[in-house]
């Protein structure tokens, strides 16, 4: 059995390089030496991904339970397994109580290094530079199979973990796409304007973008699944999206598109209000990945869209726009914001879809919206970003020279950056937290830093009422007196 300690080291190793072939081989050395057990909760372990999915385990149950940790090691990665499924498994009354006792007995097992590499995977917060990309080439390396191999069979399988088996066991990496199975979606790259992705792009379906919830719909005969992005199945949740499968008449398929709410009167519900909408989800759909027994990921999207058109009706297909001309799509893109959606996609016509990358033939452009808030508490950094104050806590000005927090964010931070925020933030500490927030620093109130942000949405989460939407820093306003900054009403206004 394979010790958890191997993993461990081998994601210190990782993090404590700046070279990505140093991290594939030392995350590879420690990926051949499995049992094939053990491949898949290592794989998670490795990537900050537990195969379980959600553990119910928040950042407060955690910090509370961090006892003295053991002299030497001795857990596995089988008993680190076993104890992430209990806590998934735990429900109902005295859950919580269950958890931590789970939690209380791994963590007194772990060493003081096992400790915080699982703390930060149960958070959610490993960030080693191995992601599932260096991953992916690890497993290749270890296996000693093709890694374009391997990224295939990962992404049509919708499982780094599900591939790394595979690979390392010498099975058939030729898996194949088949409805019933999550497939991890192709994402977009950004464009400054539908001018701009156009130059990049070359002939294009541009597509209204909408503000929903992005799904895949998979058919077998009477049997319809309804996969998140995170290839999470909820179509016990989206019967009416189920309905819409169930009425083409073609038995065995895979589309992909998005959900989306609509008010009474026919206009999109944003997306938090999408996301817990108490009517009907309608689908949207924009691609057809499989259709009567044949795979068409490797047919250029020209082909997909004509086979998605005799697919489904109109009624449950995006608006698009084939063309070049950059004017008509600029015109075509102001209709998807008139109509209250995000933006547009634009896509190379003939590009083939790359399941589970963020492909440069695909671009997406919506407008960013910038606001200047003032820092009010930073967090210290965890792995690549210790000792550094990363996580920072936002506010607006409120009434009488107050402020209100509306979000934190640790993006668009370069090494640079945080070295100097670091110095300053301590610079204007006022204090620390106590107990499980010790790791928060309080800062006057006296910079001010530009955000980027997609939008915001209600929340209770904060004081203000609102959270920013993909928050992350453009630059700090030497230029600007916290008196200067953003008002809550302004962030408001935003919804």
Known sequence: MTALVALVDASRAATATSKRLAKVAALADALGSLDPDEIVPAVGLLVGAPRQGRLGVGWATLADRRPTPADQPTLTVLDVDRAFAHLAAAQGSGSQRERGAVLEDLFARSTRDEQDHLYRVIIGELRQGANEGVLTDAVAKAAGRPVAEVRRAAMLLGDLGAAARVALTGGDLDVGLTPLVGVQPMLAATARTVTDALALTGPASVEWKLDGARIQVHRSGDDVRV?????????????????????????????DGESLGLDLDGNPLKFQDTMTASTALRPFFFDVLHVGGESLIDRPLAERKA?????????????TLDTGDSEAAEVFAQTALDAGHEGVMVKALDSPYQAGRRGATWRKVKPVHTLDLVVLAAEWGHGRRRGWLSNLHLGARGPDSTFVMVGKTFKGMTDQLLTWQTAELQRLAIGDEAGPAAHVVHVRPERVVEIALDGVQRSTRYPGGVALRFARV??????????????????????
Do not use: N
Not at 307 to 319: F, G, K
Not at 474 to 495: C, F, G, H, Q
């Open 227 to 255: 996969f998140t992005r995170s290839l999470h199945e909820i179509g016990a949740r989206v019967p009416d999206i189920v309905t819409a499968a169930l009425a083409v008449p073609v038995e065995r398929f895979v589309v």
């Open 307 to 319: 086979a998605l058109a005799e697919l489904v009706p109109s009624p449950l297909r995006l608006p």
């Open 474 to 495: 453009r630059r700090y306003r030497d230029d600007k007196t916290p008196a200067e900054a953003d008002t809550i009403d302004r962030v408001r206004a935003l919804l």
